[in-house]
């Protein structure tokens, strides 16, 4: 009897999960995807190797910027980066990194990387440390 009385907001429901899934979050590659396909932000990928990074698909952006803080627990770095031209205003972030470049990281350093978005987040790659602090 409960059933019967939710079957005419079944289309609706319907609906709803197809106008989501056109939905995006307005970055670059979601502004070059098919109307109608997913956000790429939202995709499930693991973080891919420094080394097979050439082929792996996943766009990169050059970025320099300071360390302002390191969060071991979370193998991540916050860092307050310059404007990426043509991608993003400066701004702080936080950035997923592998075990050398968290082991080596110190508040106060300046770095450049190369910064991706992998899955949910944000990933710094071929860190190397420009300046120390």
Not at 114 to 129: A, F, I, Y
């Amino acid at each position: 009897m409960k059933t019967t009385r939710l079957l005419p907001l079944l289309p609706l429901a319907v609906a709803t999960l197809f106008a989501a899934e056109g939905k995006n979050c307005g970055c670059d590659c979601c502004k070059e995807r098919p109307k109608g396909t997913a956000c790429c932000c939202f995709e499930d990928t693991p973080a891919a190797p420094a080394a097979a990074a050439a082929n792996d698909g996943i766009k990169r952006h050059d970025l320099r910027g300071v360390v302002t803080n390191v969060y071991a627990d979370r193998s991540a770095l916050l860092v307050r980066h310059e404007e990426i031209p043509g991608f993003m205003k400066p701004m702080t972030m936080l950035f997923k990194v592998d075990a050398a470049t968290l082991q080596a990281a110190r508040k106060g350093q300046t770095i450049t990387a190369r910064m991706s978005r992998q899955g949910n987040d944000w990933v710094l790659e071929d860190v190397k440390v420009v300046a120390q602090p």
